[in-house]
């Protein structure tokens, strides 16, 4: 009887472990990401991710893949610009690499998986015609949704509904806004705008770190100098999650958090509970004057290069130089940084605003907990030795408990990239 008592107290300190809430964790302050050995294990990486060395224009895309989990712990990673993707089971073993079809056996061109709706429909990234592919887990094609505009986020919502960030260019502003789309209808509802001024003058020069050059003969080329701005003038994009039953629309430039129900409508405004950085004066002339310093290099040693440049890409070169100089001398304030970079939400509800890091490899976050009133409760980072983390939820989903991640293996041989299962520890 008394084995039987103390096996019992092991099965239900065991269960409490198990069940520590992610929360408690966060508060230590610094949480440990601890690789699951089992997870994927015997997997060939060199064989299953040999698309990491990809390069399209010169341009390397082994770290545009990404990953999307289904409820069973089934995972689909996306090769970005490759027609196929690749399944691990929930055991993170390889199952297959699949294309979209059709009942006909005809292969069906998509985007990237951008999310997966009741835990098992996956839908696509817009096409450049306003095409989202819905399929399987097994890449059936069921069916095409269209929308008229182009798109930054997406993410799914109970009822069949996707929230998505749509974006468009119109004569004189740009408009942000979300919209819900109803996946069986195709039918869609705008529940937030924003509007943006557009300068419809064809000198960059009225933009600051912003320079271009126009050739000629035609085509032309374009520099910026400093992170947050840019020529267009568009802010960065709203970032969307789901938690509580709310839809959470989060403004980076602003540190807005909106509520809003499922239907559509706006429960509530809200604002982070840090205050705003920026990149001070000191900092945006160190920036200018190591890109001067760049142009000017490039300049001199063109002479020397064994494929020296065109004349008039020097000229080009010289009249960027002269109006980044210009600029130089303007800099007499400081630039505001938005409030965060990047927004994930955990398995327990909560959502992780990740700040803007002020050293490399730094993830602050902080936690908001909507079944707490919707409040930040504590602020944390993770830390992992063996593992370079990229925080975005394209790279970093919650299941479970747990953080699956696709990421570099420090000191890895070959291919360097993997799928890992993460438990976190304080």
Known sequence: MKTLIFISLLTVFSSAVNAQKLIDI????????????????????????????????????????????????????????????????????????????????????????????????????????????????????????????????????????????????????????VAIVDYETNEEKIIWNHYTPRDNSENDKNTPFSYSYKFKKGGMIGHRTMPFMNNLGLRPAPMLSYSNNKLIIAIPPTGEILEFSLDGKKIGTKKVSWPSKHITIEEQQTIQKKSIQGLKDRIANNSESKKPLPEEMIEAYKSIQK??????????????????????????????????????????????????????VCSSTFKCDDYDLVINPGKMVFHKGYIYAICHKKDATGIPLRVVRFKLSN
């Open 26 to 177: 966060y508060k230590s302050g610094s949480v440990e990401l601890v690789a699951d050995e089992n997870y994927a294990k015997n997997n060939d990486w060199n064989k299953i991710l040999e698309t990491y060395n990809d390069t399209i224009y010169g341009k390397h895309m082994g770290n545009r893949k990404s990953i999307k989990i289904f409820d069973d712990g089934s995972l689909i990673i996306n090769h970005a610009y490759r027609n196929f993707y690749t399944k691990l089971g929930p055991d993170g073993k390889f199952v297959k690499e699949f294309t979209v079809t059709k009942e006909n056996g005809k292969k069906v061109k998509t985007n990237h998986v951008a999310g997966i709706l009741e835990g098992s429909i996956c839908y696509s990234g817009l096409t450049n015609m306003g095409t989202m592919t819905c399929f399987d887990a097994d890449g059936h094609f069921i069916k095409n949704l269209t929308l008229d505009y182009m798109s930054k986020d997406m993410i799914p919502l109970p009822g069949k509904k996707i929230a998505v960030v749509g974006w468009a260019i119109w004569k004189d502003r740009f408009r942000d806004f």
């Open 323 to 376: 109006d980044m100089e210009a600029d130089l001398s303007k800099i007499k304030d400081p630039i505001a940084k938005p409030f965060f970079s990047s927004i994930i939400t955990d398995s327990d509800g909560n959502i992780l605003f990740f700040e803007y890091p002020e050293d490399e490899g730094a993830n602050k976050f902080n936690v908001y907990a909507l079944n707490q009133e919707g409040k930040f």
